[in-house]
């Protein structure tokens, strides 16, 4: 039995290290380590495992369940990132907050389902068309988009009262992959690379910007979520260096996006701002770390339970943000179940303050 509390302690405090592990990735940059950002991955295994071990402590009637205790306590202010408690999804009625915007947020997948089933793209199309009718937004930032060859989806939202587009790519007639569209006249437009355009919109006489991006994709086809499949259950072999190889690229260049495209724009702004769209990386990583200096998350201030946004299959994380600063408050947040893509959309409810 001694041997056995020997094997379980030293079990738990490489358990205990883990889970601080994966708390350093907002503080270290990739370009000098990329371990703790691949390790950012592993918070919420990591977490149920000491949670596991304070139970078996407490069970077996042991002090040693207070390693995990202490290391849960240490690092509490990430459970916020995954999970939220006293939020709402209801947006409040609009004549009690006359400078309330409403935006959402969707990588539409460029109308290609979620994978999982074949549907045609004319089908999913008129389907986001209903769901947008359904919630109209004052805005939409959307990613990867594009316009069907049967369903015209800018002429529908136009008759919809979007009358203001812009896209990163694309014509001003057939705004391509990162697009915004509004309802509120849109001043000015600043592409800053084919995935990621800045607008100036006007509510009543208020003007805000809107950053709407699509980050570096990790691009993984079927062979790669099948090896991240089989290392999730630990079964890691020579194969799986191409799907790391993939995952270690893409931080590295969030890491240049943030560095030479986004923070530039994001620091000279002095307008009451919004960054919203496809982040492609997690909470807690380095590049949420830099946002989250300067921006809040809207999800942690008016998120309710446990949320992920990505639909595509296992790892499932929130990757779809939506970001405003101190001129901002958050009236809710919304992460609606959908079938049309593999991310899900995201509608918040924000109000410019006085």
Known sequence: MKILRIILLVINIIA??????????????????????????????????????????????????????????????????????????????????????????????????????????????????????????????????SNPKKVKVVDSLELMGYNHYYSASGSSTTPAGTAVFSRLPIMYV??????????????????????????????????????????????????????????????????????????????ECSKPLILAGDMNDIPGSWLYGRIGESLRDTYRDKGLGFCTTYNGGFPRFRIDMVFRNDDFETLSYKRIKSNLSDHYPVLVALELKE
């Open 16 to 145: 205990a290290v883990g889970l601080i592990l994966t708390t350093l990735a907002g503080s270290v940059a990739p370009s000098r380590s990329i371990w703790p950002s691949l390790l950012a991955y592993g918070y919420l295994p990591m977490l149920a495992l000491n949670v596991a071990f304070v139970i078996l402590w407490l069970f077996m009637g042991r002090w040693e369940f207070l390693l995990s205790v202490a290391v849960i306590v240490f690092r509490f202010s990430f459970i916020g990132f995954f999970f939220q408690v006293g939020g709402t999804s209801k947006v409040p009625p609009a004549e009690e907050h006359p400078a309330m915007v409403t935006l959402m947020t969707f990588n539409v997948h460029q109308f290609g389902g979620n994978g999982k089933e074949a549907i045609p793209k004319d089908s999913i199309a008129s389907e986001f068309l209903l769901l947008v009718r359904e919630h109209t937004p004052d805005v939409l930032c959307l990613q990867e988009f």
């Open 190 to 267: 600043k592409k800053i690379d084919r995935q990621k355009i800045m607008v100036e919109i006007l509510r009543g006489d208020r003007p805000f910007r809107l950053c709407c991006v699509h980050m570096d994709s990790y691009a993984f086809d079927d062979a790669d979520k099948e090896e991240i499949s089989q290392m999730a259950l630990g079964k890691v072999d020579s194969s799986s260096r191409r799907t790391l190889s993939k995952v270690k690229e893409t931080i590295l260049r969030h890491e240049t996006e943030w560095n030479e495209m986004l923070y530039p724009v994001i620091a």
